[in-house]
């Protein structure tokens, strides 16, 4: 999870989230997941292109050789995870 997420998810934090939270590998990230970040969003295009939030958390999925990613957000993570180097499987919370 980036840090950028987990700050986000901080906003609104319940029993169920600490719960989850500290289950989670937590990843700064640099420059290069950043560009990869952008990369991805680029890649999926279209009007209505996915948040620099979910590109980051599937570009450090990717950086780590691939990962399950919980969303509420299935539709704009599972369309950057197909543009993915390495598997990046996405469920709903």
Known sequence: MGCSVLRTAA?????????LLRTCDVYTFDESISRS?????????????PS????????????VGGAAVLTGDLRD???????AAHEIRVGAT
């Open 11 to 19: 906003l609104q934090r319940g029993f169920h989230e600490n719960r």
């Open 37 to 49: 970040a952008a990369t991805l969003r680029t890649a999926v295009g279209g009007a209505r292109s």
């Open 52 to 63: 620099a939030v979910d590109a980051i958390v599937v570009a450090v999925a990717d950086h």
């Open 77 to 83: 993570l599972r369309a950057l995870a197909r543009h």
